[in-house]
């Protein structure tokens, strides 16, 4: 998943981006969490995925903080992976999205859970990602991806069927 952020996001707005894989903001985009201004805390799994993004000091700011960070401040500490001028944004972030999208949506998917396995190792799930891994060398996808680079043309693969 891809969040596009142009403008304020802020409490609930920020556990929805914090839960895709892929955060782009133009420099118009401003982050703050601010539930302890009403004496509310914020849900462990979205505080989980905060301190994955930014680390536990600069997670501990904004939290404690809830003050209102800038686009650039949401860059450098990790909230987001992109930062383009708002007159780009569009553009850019389309590109990108139709760069995934033109990929297998078999390995995407993989990927997505080889990532997930990366987060929370464990024998099972290490196992099944190697297996996947694996066997996506004998996928109508890779062979299809084999023979498009081979020929130096764009790829159809047939997932996206």
């Not at 609930?12 to 981006?17: N, P, Q, S």
């Not at 009403?38 to 700011?61: F, K, N, W």
């Not at 996506?136 to 991806?145: A, H, I, N, Q």
């Amino acid at each position: 998943t891809v969040a596009l952020i142009d403008g304020p996001c802020v409490g609930g707005g920020m556990a929805l981006v914090l839960g895709c894989d892929i955060r782009l903001a133009s420099d118009r985009a401003r982050f703050a969490i601010t539930p302890a201004r009403l004496g509310l805390s914020y849900h462990p799994d979205d505080i989980t995925r905060l301190v994955r993004a930014c680390g536990q000091a600069l997670a501990s700011e904004l939290l404690f903080g809830a003050q209102i960070w800038s686009a650039e401040r949401g860059l450098a500490a990790g909230l987001v992976n992109q930062l383009y001028p708002g007159n780009e944004f569009a553009d850019a972030s389309q590109s990108l999205i139709d760069a995934i999208c033109a990929n297998s949506l078999d390995a995407n998917l993989a990927l997505k859970r080889g990532i997930a396995t990366a987060l929370a190792p464990s024998v099972i799930a290490v196992n099944a990602a190697t297996e996947e891994f694996s066997t996506l060398f004998s996928s109508p996808d890779f062979v299809e991806g084999r023979d498009a680079f081979l020929q130096k043309r764009p790829a159809r693969f047939p997932s996206h069927s």
